[in-house]
């Protein structure tokens, strides 16, 4: 593991304190949840980019039937 030092302000330092009095753990661990969920998050978002472009590239413009213009216009 590798050693992070912050430089915040105290509000900030005093609210995360008391969230990790609730949550019974450290500032520590708060930090570094954080920091692992938001790459995370960022890892699959990118993946989901790559694989819509992916997606897009195969897509030839053919979905289905178009429908006659008596079915586009017919009361229902």
Same mark, same amino acid.
């Given at each position: 593991?590798?050693?992070?030092? +912050?430089?915040? =302000?105290?509000?900030?330092?005093?609210?995360?304190?008391? +969230?990790?009095?609730?949550? =019974?753990?450290?500032?520590?661990?708060?930090?570094?949840?954080? +920091?692992?969920? +938001?790459?995370?998050?960022?890892?699959?978002?990118?993946?989901?980019?790559? =694989?819509?472009l992916r997606m897009i590239?195969?897509? =030839?413009?053919?979905?289905?039937?178009?429908?006659?213009?008596?079915?586009?216009?017919?009361?229902?």
């Open positions: 593991m590798k050693t992070v030092n +912050l430089t915040i =302000d105290e509000r900030t330092w005093r609210a995360a304190r008391a +969230l990790a009095a609730e949550r =019974d753990t450290s500032v520590s661990a708060l930090v570094r949840d954080a +920091l692992a969920y +938001l790459t995370r998050t960022d890892s699959r978002r990118e993946q989901a980019r790559k =694989d819509i590239g195969t897509f =030839d413009g053919k979905v289905g039937r178009m429908p006659s213009r008596e079915e586009r216009h017919a009361r229902r």
